[in-house]
C-alpha cells in the first residue's frame, strides 16, 4: 500500500536541504526506488517535505541512508507523519502525435526536350 510521508523540522533551511540532497546523490538515493513523488515547500529557513513512497518497506530502507546524513548536518525531523494514500491523481500522458501519411502522386514520366543549339 503507497503511503504518504509528512517531514515537518523546527528550522531546515534551503542550504542545509540542498546539502542533504547533494549527499543523498553521493549515497547513490537521489532518486530512490519506491519513492512516486518528493516535494519540498516552506520558506527558505522552515522548509517541509512530503513525499509519495509505493511501501512502507521502501521509505524504511531508505530511511537507512537519510537518517545517518540528517545526523551529519545537524538536521533534527522529528517524527514524521505517515498516512496511507487513497489515491494518487496525475495529469494524463499526452498521447503521441498521430502520423499522417503523405500521399504520393503518381509518378510522371520526365518529358524529354532536345536542347536547341545556339547559334
Given at each position: 500500500?503507497?503511503?504518504g510521508?509528512?517531514?515537518?523540522?523546527?528550522?531546515?533551511?534551503?542550504?542545509?536541504?540542498?546539502?542533504?540532497?547533494?549527499?543523498?546523490?553521493?549515497?547513490?538515493?537521489?532518486?530512490?526506488?519506491?519513492?512516486s513523488?518528493?516535494?519540498?515547500?516552506?520558506?527558505?529557513?522552515?522548509?517541509?517535505?512530503?513525499?509519495?513512497?509505493?511501501?512502507?518497506?521502501?521509505?524504511?530502507?531508505?530511511?537507512?541512508?537519510?537518517?545517518?546524513?540528517?545526523?551529519?548536518?545537524?538536521?533534527?525531523?522529528?517524527?514524521?507523519?505517515?498516512?496511507?494514500?487513497?489515491?494518487?491523481?496525475?495529469r494524463?500522458?499526452?498521447?503521441?502525435?498521430?502520423?499522417?501519411?503523405?500521399?504520393?502522386?503518381p509518378?510522371?514520366?520526365?518529358?524529354?526536350?532536345?536542347?536547341?543549339?545556339?547559334?
Open positions: 500500500m503507497a503511503i510521508v509528512y517531514f515537518s523540522p523546527a528550522a531546515m533551511s534551503a542550504p542545509k536541504y540542498d546539502e542533504c540532497i547533494a549527499l543523498l546523490r553521493q549515497a547513490g538515493a537521489g532518486h530512490p526506488s519506491g519513492r513523488y518528493h516535494a519540498c515547500f516552506g520558506t527558505s529557513d522552515k522548509l517541509s517535505v512530503f513525499d509519495v513512497w509505493t511501501s512502507q518497506a521502501s521509505f524504511d530502507k531508505f530511511g537507512k541512508t537519510l537518517m545517518p546524513i540528517l545526523t551529519q548536518l545537524g538536521i533534527d525531523i522529528g517524527p514524521p507523519q505517515i498516512v496511507p494514500i487513497h489515491k494518487v491523481t496525475t494524463p500522458k499526452a498521447a503521441p502525435a498521430k502520423k499522417t501519411k503523405k500521399k504520393l502522386s509518378s510522371k514520366p520526365a518529358k524529354h526536350r532536345k536542347a536547341k543549339k545556339k547559334r
